[in-house]
């Protein structure tokens, strides 16, 4: 079995410990990440800034850790020349019941010394396990089970909406395509590496492409919540598709034919599910012979199959916290914890913490109208 090159506490394996000095983390995420942090450091300080985190981790010998969507263009090149290391951290694919910018705890992270699996501009450690890794058959095996797993108990990175698929009145003479949208200043659509770019732009290279075809809009959850700008208006998203679906569910991907995506993880959720996906972006999981590719990826050479991806994507490259033992775990156990929580009214959000519960009670309607601006 190959091991995460991160160093993160990733199956089990311990990463080397130090000081690790954390930029680019709001006030509000802090909490969330302290123990992904201590699996791979003795102590965790934050700075203000690329120059004062390079100042600060120099001092002593330690490593930076910034989360990646809020990385400042000048934090690597100043690493780098004094010889420090970066980490990106970012949200894991099986994250929680309830979106994160609603401000509920994440049950798995990423740690990636490269780069950061949606930024296909450059190498990131996931890209590497794919192109470079020997999966043996029990790897494979526990693989197998775990994607079994998530398509019975239907489980998603947020785990929301519609789960009766048959409340979509759909076709059954036409060619069904699923449409998700994305947030459209999100790291992973500003470098896509695409002119499709945006959900209305998506919707029109679809539609053009598969003119007789039901064509289903999904608009992004967070969109949707009002936490993030974006996504298409209800009038415009009308003139190229047959239905707005913004409680449309992985349940319901059982009655779609195919998945039409610029880098939504919704892609990789609906290839787990045997579905046909489109990219027109440059998502982790394009590029390996799994789907059909606007783009090319003259980095990623090696053909894939859907076990190796669910390997790679779920069991190596993040990390996992179970939030009721206070331990690190294993992918399986936040399948059990995700599909406990979503069976029971309401989500996990920030219980066993009083002072966030309190915070996102008075403060989430002013954090959602800041991220706006």
Not at 183 to 211: F, G, H, I, Q, Y
Request: glycine content about 8%; hydrophobic content about 40%.
């Amino acid at each position: 079995m190959i091991s995460n090159p991160a160093g993160g506490h990733i199956g089990g394996k311990t990463a080397v410990k130090g000081t690790s000095v954390c930029v680019g983390f709001p006030l509000w995420k802090r909490p969330h990440v302290k123990p992904f942090l201590h699996s791979i450091s003795d102590s965790a300080i934050y700075a203000d800034g690329s120059e004062a985190a390079v100042k600060r981790a120099k001092a002593c010998n330690g490593r930076i850790i910034t989360w990646a969507s809020s990385e400042k263009e000048d934090l690597a090149p100043l690493a780098q020349a004094e010889g420090i290391d970066v980490i990106r951290m970012e949200d894991g694919f099986l994250r929680s019941v309830g979106l994160g910018s609603d401000f509920h705890l994440p049950y798995s992270l990423v740690l990636d010394k490269r780069g950061v699996y949606y930024d296909p501009s450059r190498p990131s450690d996931l890209e590497y396990i794919l192109e470079t890794g020997r999966f043996e058959r029990q790897l494979l095996d526990r693989a197998r089970r775990l994607r079994h797993q998530i398509i019975s108990k239907d489980i998603t990175k947020y785990n929301i909406g519609v789960t009766d698929a048959d409340n979509f009145d759909l076709p059954s003479d036409k060619k069904i395509i699923l449409v998700p949208g994305q947030v459209e200043n999100d790291a992973s659509v500003l470098r896509c590496l695409s002119e499709v770019n945006t959900d209305l732009k998506l919707l029109d290279a679809v539609r053009k492409a598969n003119p007789k075809a039901f064509i289903i809009y999904k608009p992004h959850p967070d969109v949707l919540a009002g936490n993030r700008p974006g996504g298409a208006s209800d009038e415009a998203a009308l003139e190229l598709c047959d239905m707005i679906a913004g409680n449309f569910s992985l349940a319901a991907l059982a009655r779609v034919d195919e998945v039409h995506t610029i880098s939504s993880l919704m892609g990789f959720e609906a290839l787990l599910r045997g579905k046909e996906v489109h990219t027109y972006g440059g998502p982790f999981y394009a590029g390996w012979g799994v789907t059909s590719d606007c783009l090319k990826f003259p980095r990623r050479t090696r053909k894939v199959t859907i076990d190796e991806l669910t390997a790679a994507a779920l069991i190596l490259y993040p990390t996992y916290y179970d939030w009721e033992t206070k331990r690190f775990c294993r992918p399986e156990a936040v399948l059990d914890r995700l599909t406990k929580y979503r069976m029971q009214s309401g989500s996990r959000g920030f219980s066993g913490l009083p002072v966030m519960r309190l915070a996102r009670l008075f403060f989430a309607p002013y954090l959602k109208r800041w991220r706006q601006k």
